[in-house]
């Protein structure tokens, strides 16, 4: 077998206590896999944001300050910041994360992360792969 054809195949579960808990681990595993360097409070602010579909409401803004023990200012911050590198949206009016990384929390997440060399990034038929959002089966998408 070839170098280049050896694949590590890795499997990892994780229990959360909650909604809020879950989306923060992917949204650190996206920010990491991305070098976003997101803080923690970044973090927080883009799962608190996902779940509740905007942050743009005062009683959002008020709940997301008493359960992380922050400032509206910050909020502020964070949301400038995040519009900037595409992670928040405005729609409608509204500051939502984009639509691109936003998943359903209550249920259940498979991820099926891809990492290759460069060099075999061209060879790779796997990333012609989709996956179902229900049950992460694969299917060809030709």
Avoid: W
């Avoid at 990034?121 to 012609?128: A, C, H, I, L, V």
């Amino acid at each position: 077998m070839e170098a280049q054809n050896n694949k590590v195949v890795q499997k990892l579960a994780m229990q959360h206590s909650d909604k809020y808990k879950l989306a923060q681990k992917y949204y650190s595993l996206l920010s990491a896999l991305n070098n976003l360097k997101l803080t923690e409070r970044e973090i927080q602010l883009v799962a608190y944001t996902a779940i509740k579909g905007t942050i743009t409401y005062a009683n959002a803004r008020t709940e997301f300050c008493q359960m992380y023990n922050t400032t509206t200012a910050t909020i502020n911050n964070i949301v400038s910041k995040l519009k900037k590198v595409g992670i928040f949206i405005k729609e409608d009016s509204k500051v939502k994360v984009n639509p691109v990384i936003v998943l359903d929390f209550d249920k259940h997440i498979n991820l099926f992360i891809q990492l290759e060399h460069e060099e075999d990034r061209q060879d790779s038929n796997d990333t012609e792969r989709t996956y179902s959002e229900e049950d992460g089966s694969g299917s060809s998408s030709e």
